[in-house]
């Protein structure tokens, strides 16, 4: 039997006991959402922070089919469907929280991460960490039903002593190793951490395996090379999801009654040599040694957006089980690994 969250685990004197290493529950129970909670997590608008992004417009255009959708992005999104709300600010600041204060806001989907290494340390980390403890702020000021973290099942690392597939139990050492991963990791706990202090607030988080389409990420842009390095002697198996099921897991996570972490993945794992090969990439095999080398010297120099702490994701297993979103969620992946690794080649022009 599943715990309810809100009845935290308890010791035999009935003290209430706290473990930082357990991850919140999973859970899906609509018949425990109040009435007027339910109307509004089914009426009210949506807001996406990063819906300029590729996946955010994605998001977006799903969305705002079934309800209002509000965007908060610092970018222009020129393209926007009519009926789409967007606001082009920073999340650190004010602005922000007048859209909490002069809407019915049934849900809060945190797109808004950056990601980019080559970005200054400070501005990554306010933006990441102090945006998003703003936005729980006011999720929790203005009493939004609902907050959707997306993380990513890099969160906990590629490691030799990985075991093959990864639990949403399993500790988040990503940053022992690769120290620009620290505010992917801590937004993650800042999510948890909420969670547990807020539990009339349905907080997921979700923790996706490499996502390959027209998105500009590590692992798309990586597979979109003419030529691909590897590490001689390693051939991990790597697991990717296509971004329209990651489209979907979003839109699944904000049904009522839904809380906890959910690893999300897509088809059976692929060797990444036969990952190149069906894309018919060539090869370019280098020793770790070497190719540590010299992308340390390509990134200081900015010729690069690979760190070298990235070479592990080529190197060692880091994969993720993701039984616990098809079974609490519904989810499903819906495209197959050749349809997901080819996405990386499709609308390059956009």
Request: hydrophobic share 40%; proline share 8%.
């Amino acid at each position: 039997m599943v715990q309810d969250p809100r009845e935290p685990e308890r010791f035999a004197d009935g003290n209430e006991r706290r473990d930082e290493q357990s991850s919140p529950r999973p859970r899906r129970s609509a018949e425990l959402v109040p009435p007027e909670m339910l109307d509004r997590m089914t009426k009210g608008a949506v807001v996406v922070t990063g819906i300029c992004g590729r996946l955010g417009r994605r998001v977006a255009r799903t969305l705002h089919r079934e309800r209002g959708v509000i965007g908060l992005d610092r970018r222009t999104f020129p393209d926007k469907p009519k009926d789409i709300e967007h606001h082009q600010i920073d999340l650190r600041r004010k602005k922000a929280k007048e859209v909490f204060r002069n809407r019915q806001i049934s849900a809060l989907v945190h797109l808004g991460v950056m990601h980019d290494p080559r970005d200054s340390g400070e501005d990554h980390h306010t933006w990441n960490l102090l945006g998003f403890q703003k936005l729980l702020e006011y999720a929790h000021q203005y009493d939004v039903p609902k907050v959707v973290l997306l993380s990513s099942a890099n969160v906990y690392g590629p490691r030799p002593d990985n075991p093959q597939f990864l639990t949403e139990d399993a500790p988040l050492l990503a940053s022992s190793a690769f120290s620009e991963m620290r505010d992917l990791v801590e937004l993650d706990m800042l999510a948890q951490s909420f969670f547990w202090k807020h539990p009339n607030i349905e907080t997921v988080i979700l923790r996706p395996a490499h996502i390959l389409g027209t998105v500009r990420n590590a692992p798309s842009n990586y597979l979109r090379l003419p030529v691909v390095p590897t590490l001689m002697g390693f051939d991990p198996m790597m697991q990717a999801v296509h971004q329209n099921d990651v489209v979907e897991a979003i839109r699944l996570a904000l049904a009522p009654g839904v809380r906890g972490i959910f690893n999300v993945a897509g088809p059976p794992p692929i060797a990444l040599s036969s990952a190149v090969q069906t894309l018919g990439r060539g090869q370019l095999p280098v020793p770790h040694v070497i190719a540590k080398r010299m992308l340390d010297r390509l990134f200081k120099m900015r010729l690069s957006s690979f760190p070298s702490p990235e070479l592990d994701f080529i190197r060692y297993v880091c994969m993720v089980d993701d039984a616990r979103a098809r079974q609490v969620l519904g989810y499903a992946h819906r495209y197959g690994i050749d349809e997901t690794l080819r996405a990386v080649d499709e609308e390059r022009w956009v």
